[in-house]
């Protein structure tokens, strides 16, 4: 389990990382005083591309801390929906998931994702 755990505070480390990098890559680009219209194109199309990112990355580390929640509550590697065992393999691969293999397929055929 501590393996895991290291994993999930990498996992964790890099995303925050990766959101700090970003953010100062955003603050040193284009001002609104120079450049011309492509620049300013680009400069909005990244702004977009960002803010996607900042969700999916805010709502990666949800997932991240309810793993680590559920390991300081012993309650890490069982199913949320049918309280299963997790496939090892699956929780290696995906170690922030909260669903079974089965749940999760069930999950996706009733949501059309």
Do not use: V, W
């Not at 580390?61 to 309650?75: C, F, M, P, S």
């Not at 995906?94 to 994702?113: A, D």
Request: charged content about 40%; overall charge negative; some cysteine.
């Amino acid at each position: 389990m501590e393996d895991i755990k290291t994993k999930l505070l990498e996992m964790q480390s890099n995303i925050l990382s990766e959101i700090e990098a970003d953010r100062n890559q955003s603050n040193s680009a284009i001002t609104d005083d120079i450049g011309d219209d492509i620049d300013h194109a680009n400069e909005e199309r990244y702004r977009e591309l960002y803010q996607l990112m900042c969700e999916r990355d805010q709502k990666k580390l949800e997932q991240i801390k309810r793993a680590l929640d559920r390991i300081d509550e012993e309650a890490y590697g069982y199913c949320e929906e049918c309280e299963e065992i997790i496939n090892k393999a699956r929780l290696i691969a995906l170690p922030f998931t909260r669903l079974c293999i089965n749940c999760k397929t069930e999950e996706e055929r009733l949501t059309g994702i």
